[in-house]
């Protein structure tokens, strides 16, 4: 079975530094990734996603994330956090090789920006 | 404007009692889905459905059922057979079940068991 490892729970960090939230997906075919995004008591929206082509994808906000196959990560970065980006975190995998049609979430991850 | 609306967004419900929860969008989507949320472990499936009639038990799927009757809705019933129903759940939908579409979710709604 799919599996979504994000390997930290809580991430603290100041704001205008970088960060880089971690996920790694167990998976011997075609998979497609997607990074979503929780606000406190909201659903999720969202963040960025990748189907194919290039590697590395960007979102609208300054995220990006880049698909690594050799080492089945697909890890979130972005060079300078505000503070409305303390939200929670979530990346997701949909496998090809399986029958299912739905995705598999990791843990999350609670990204906390400090001023 | 188009979306999901889930209702109730708080639940109280008393050991022993069955509860449904509403889950209705109006963005014609075809597939759609139920999601549990605990703190820690992110979201789990509970079931899902890529077309009228039709659905799929999930990963969690004991103690829960669900009917897909109409394409805008899919309710979730939550039963008295469910040993820990207290957490917040999260129905989503997309325009087709391939896995490669975007979900979108409703605001969620939170059971507590007393």
């Known amino acids: 079975a799919q599996s979504v490892t994000q390997l930290d729970s809580q991430v603290p960090v100041f704001e205008e530094a970088p960060v880089e939230l971690r996920c790694n997906y167990s998976?011997?075919?075609?998979?497609?990734l997607f990074w979503y995004v929780q606000y406190p008591n909201q659903g999720l929206q969202l963040l960025l996603k990748?189907?194919?082509?290039?590697?590395l994808v960007e979102s609208i906000n300054g995220f990006e994330a880049e698909f690594n196959k050799s080492q089945t990560s697909f890890h979130l970065r972005k060079p300078s956090v505000h503070i409305s980006d303390t939200a929670e975190y979530f990346c997701?995998?949909?496998?090809?090789?399986?029958?299912?049609?739905?995705?598999?979430f990791g843990s999350g991850t609670r990204l906390q920006v400090q001023p | 404007d188009g979306g999901i609306t889930q209702s109730p967004k708080y639940l109280f419900r008393k050991e022993g009692q069955n509860v449904t929860l509403s889950c209705e969008q109006n963005?014609?989507?075809?597939?759609m889905y139920w999601y549990r949320q605990d703190p820690g472990q992110g979201l789990r499936l509970i079931y899902y459905?890529?077309?009228?009639?039709?659905?799929q038990k999930g990963d969690i799927a004991e103690g829960y059922s669900v009917s897909r009757e109409k394409k805008e809705s899919f309710p979730l019933t939550v039963t008295s057979a469910q040993k820990n129903p207290t957490a917040f759940y999260l129905c989503?939908?997309?325009?087709?079940?391939?896995?490669?579409?975007?979900?979108?979710f409703g605001a969620g709604s939170r059971l507590t068991v007393l």
């Open positions: 998976s011997s075919v075609s998979v497609y």
């Open positions: 989503a939908s997309s325009i087709k079940g391939s896995g490669a579409n975007v979900l979108t």
């Open positions: 990748y189907l194919s082509g290039s590697t």
């Open positions: 963005l014609n989507h075809d597939a």
């Open positions: 459905s890529q077309i009228v009639n039709d659905f």
């Open positions: 997701a995998v949909s496998d090809l090789g399986t029958g299912r049609r739905a995705l598999t």
